[in-house]
């Protein structure tokens, strides 16, 4: 099992869509998880940190389930701008080195 | 504030020849890190380095080399380059001690080609 696995995609959603993501990792020592948003030939960018609690931000929700060992995404009203590759990365254990996901490509249209 | 650069942006090689990539950030970030990214590998950290003076291999570091002989730059070495070694690198930064230090923040990026 890899130790961080995203669905690739792609998902193609009309604009004002609501679409979510999950991702699942095995290290179940991991204790930091972060969505990074990649357009295309760009650098990652961090979208978001996923607290325990979960946390939105505008139109963003990003979820942890410990239990079951994923973190999700939920992106609401999709805007065109929101086309982009999402990746889920999670610290592998009590280091600083982040495990990267491959990416789940989202293409939002008109 | 710039955040982190890199340079150069683009680069072609041959087989065997050297280069050093410059990662230069103005945050006053502790961490920082090489990464390379090819299709459908995902990012592999190469090397990374937790302050001025100290580095350590990543998932992926034969066939390179870093410095970090100033806080604010991390420079990453190729010295005979591989066919096997063209693809895009980032370098990144993050804070230490502090909640959210594992978050990185990169830079745009090199594309490299090695013919």
């Known amino acids: 099992r890899k130790e961080v696995e995203q669905d690739p995609g792609p998902f193609n959603v009309p604009e004002g869509a609501t679409v979510a993501f999950n991702c699942t990792y095995s290290?179940?020592?991991?204790?930091?998880f972060f969505w990074y948003r990649q357009d295309c030939r760009k650098e990652p960018k961090l979208l978001m940190s996923?607290?325990?609690?979960?946390n939105e931000d505008g139109r963003f929700t990003a979820q942890l389930n410990r239990a079951s060992q994923y973190i999700s995404l939920l992106i609401r009203d999709s805007k065109l701008s929101d086309s982009a590759t999402y990746l889920c990365?999670?610290?592998?254990?009590?280091?600083?080195?982040?495990?990267w996901g491959l990416g789940t490509s989202l293409g939002v249209n008109p | 504030n710039a955040g982190v650069t890199q340079t150069p942006k683009f680069r072609v090689l041959k087989t065997g020849q050297s280069m050093t990539l410059l990662c230069a950030q103005d945050?006053?970030?502790?961490?920082m890190y090489w990464y390379r990214q090819d299709p459908g590998m995902g990012l592999r950290l190469i090397h990374y380095?937790?302050?001025?003076?100290?580095?350590a291999k990543g998932e992926v570091p034969d066939g390179y080399n870093v410095s970090r002989l100033k806080k604010q730059n991390f420079l990453l070495g190729l010295e005979s380059a591989a066919p096997s070694q063209t693809s895009v690198y980032f370098c990144?930064?993050?804070?230490?001690?502090?909640?959210?230090?594992?978050?990185?923040?990169f830079g745009p990026g090199t594309r490299l080609t090695v013919t």
């Open positions: 290290n179940s020592a991991s204790q930091s």
């Open positions: 945050m006053n970030h502790e961490y």
């Open positions: 990365v999670v610290n592998a254990g009590n280091n600083r080195k982040l495990i």
């Open positions: 996923v607290y325990s609690s979960g």
């Open positions: 380095s937790v302050g001025e003076g100290t580095t």
């Open positions: 990144a930064s993050s804070r230490a001690r502090a909640v959210t230090s594992y978050e990185q923040y």
